[in-house]
Each structure stands twice: as structure tokens, then as C-alpha cells.
T-cell receptor, first 112, second 113 residues
Framework: DAKTTQPPSMDCAEGRAANLPCNHS???????VYWYRQIHSQGPQYIIH???NNETNEMASLIITEDRKSSTLILPHATLRDTAVYYC?????????????FGKGTHLIIQP | DTAVSQTPKYLVTQMGNDKSIKCEQN?????MYWYKQDSKKFLKIMFS???????INETVPNRFSPKSPDKAHLNLHINSLELGDSAVYFC????????????FGPGTRLTVL
């Protein structure tokens, strides 16, 4: 799986949009971008994934650049409960049973 | 509630003991995993089971052995516990397929004294 690079930490004001960047310059054609988050003392939680088109669900939006070398996770109206470590993971679409490779992630702190 | 559950939530034990952590999922998934999160918060895959067959063993010591009595359960047995085994262990499951996400349990905090 391709390597990802994320800033170690970010702050965002409550109610504002939180934009979390991720670089994955070595991503290959069959690799998807996945985002998970881990709220303190809980198990990781899936947020969203995409291949090349922008994606949106009830939790977030995912914007992937045209060259697919970077992406941005957007939490449109951040709340205090969104404070967590956010992981950007690149994974092939092979569908095998291999586990996820977590990096260090971005610690997002939502300020009241 | 449909979920991935783990027991116990906390486990404190002495070095050299043998212990087990249980994991159950009622999501009907066919693949289950164990992850280890150390004190530096790095999450690493340990094992996965697909259709009762071990798929991955990521250089984990053979003191660790996953056991799957059925598709809904993947238990983790640890023999001769060492101080370095202290960590939070997460179980996860997914339905095999190219896009399906993993669902994680709440974790088991293991402390070896």
C-alpha cells in the first residue's frame, strides 16, 4: 500500500469546516483513499473512501485531486465530538483480507 | 445492537501468565482482525481470519495465537506474557470485498506487571 503523509496536528473552531489534508504521491491506479478516525480510548471508526471522484456521506466529504496525489477530508460543521486522530490510508481494491496500515494520523482538536 | 464486542475491557496480569481476549461480531462478516496499539499510539495489524483460515501474521511472536471457533468469533490467546505485550488490543471485522470498511471493537487494555 502507498505511503501517506499527514500533518501531526490541527486546530479548528467549533462550527467551522475542518479540512484535513493527506499526501499520497505514490498512489497507484487501483488504490483507494480511506479515512478513519479514532476518538480517545475508542476503536477506529470508518469515515469515507474514494478512488478519484469526490465523495460525500453523512459524516464528511472527500476531495481527491485530479492527479490523485493528495486528498482532503472535510468535516463541514465540526463539533467538539469530532476531536480525534484522523487517519488517511491508501489501500488496493483487491479485496483481500489484509489489514489496514495506519500511519501517525492527524490529531484534530476542535476548539469551543 | 449490531457491533463488534470484546471482553474483557481491562486485563491486568503478571509476567509469564497465559491470558485470552475474546472478540465477537454479529454483523455477519466473514473476515476478522486483531490489531495492537502500543503506548506510542501506533496501530498495527497482527492477524486476520477469513473463512477460518489465517491470512496474515505480521511478524507477531508465536506466543500469540488467534483462535476462531466460528465465523462470528476470533479470540486472541497469549502465552508467557511479557512487559512489552502491554498495549490496547482491538478486534475488527469486515465483509470481504474490494470496498468494504472495517468495523472495530472498543479495545482491551492489557497491562502486564
Amino acid at each position: 500500500d502507498a505511503k501517506t503523509t499527514q500533518p501531526p496536528s490541527m486546530d479548528c473552531a467549533e462550527g467551522r469546516a475542518a479540512n484535513l489534508p493527506c499526501n499520497h504521491s505514490t498512489i497507484s491506479g487501483n488504490e483507494y483513499v480511506y479515512w478513519y478516525r479514532q476518538i480517545h480510548s475508542q476503536g477506529p471508526q470508518y469515515i469515507i473512501h474514494g478512488l478519484k471522484n469526490n465523495e460525500t456521506n453523512e459524516m464528511a466529504s472527500l476531495i481527491i485531486t485530479e492527479d490523485r496525489k493528495s486528498s482532503t477530508l472535510i468535516l463541514p460543521h465540526a463539533t467538539l465530538r469530532d476531536t480525534a486522530v484522523y487517519y488517511c490510508i491508501v489501500r488496493s481494491s483487491g479485496g483481500g483480507a489484509d489489514g489496514l496500515t495506519f500511519g501517525k494520523g492527524t490529531h484534530l482538536i476542535i476548539q469551543p | 445492537d449490531t457491533a463488534v464486542s470484546q471482553t474483557p475491557k481491562y486485563l491486568v496480569t503478571q509476567m509469564g501468565n497465559d491470558k485470552s481476549i475474546k472478540c465477537e461480531q454479529n454483523l455477519g462478516h466473514d473476515t476478522m482482525y486483531w490489531y495492537k496499539q502500543d503506548s506510542k499510539k501506533f496501530l498495527k495489524i497482527m492477524f486476520s481470519y477469513n473463512n477460518k483460515e489465517l491470512i496474515i501474521n505480521e511478524t507477531v511472536p508465536n506466543r500469540f495465537s488467534p483462535k476462531s471457533p466460528d465465523k462470528a468469533h476470533l479470540n486472541l490467546h497469549i502465552n508467557s506474557l511479557e512487559l512489552g505485550d502491554s498495549a490496547v488490543y482491538f478486534c475488527a471485522s469486515r465483509e470481504s470485498g474490494p470496498y468494504n470498511e472495517q468495523f472495530f471493537g472498543p479495545g482491551t487494555r492489557l497491562t502486564v506487571l
